[in-house]
């Protein structure tokens, strides 16, 4: 069984950080795409990040480039969204995502959503004034 385990997400003054790690289990951390997605209230989900093992591409929304930095540890079966610099619009429920097997999940362009195998619980981040 496919399991992916978010942690790390709170409540956090504006200008903080925060580091949220995606444990996944039951899959090979071979050709795989890992996205991290959000979703704030009344919102539709957005793409924010991903990355490719295939080629080594990362993506980032306009919204978070510059501050957010994705990265995994396949010997951890690990995934990671360093979050820095955060501001009251960043608050949403964020969610990590897999490919298993292949990467056209991260684009250059952007996330495909439509990529994407497994999907975690989901953890709240919250940034006060």
């Known amino acids: 069984e496919v399991q992916l385990v978010e942690s790390g997400g709170g409540l956090v003054q504006a200008g903080g950080s925060l580091r949220l790690s995606c444990v996944v289990s039951g899959v090979i951390f071979d050709d795989y795409a890992i996205g991290w997605f959000r979703q704030a209230p009344g919102k539709e989900r957005e793409g924010i990040s991903c990355?490719?093992?295939?080629?080594?591409?990362?993506y980032y929304a306009d919204s978070v480039k510059g501050r957010f930095t994705i990265s995994s540890d396949a010997a951890k079966n690990s995934m990671f969204l360093q979050m820095n610099g955060l501001k009251p619009e960043d608050t949403a429920v964020y969610y990590c995502a897999f490919e298993e097997g292949s990467s056209f999940g991260c684009l250059s362009s952007g996330v495909n959503y439509a990529k994407y195998d497994y999907w975690g619980q989901g953890t709240q981040v919250t940034v006060s004034t």
């Open positions: 990355a490719s093992s295939s080629d080594g591409k990362t």
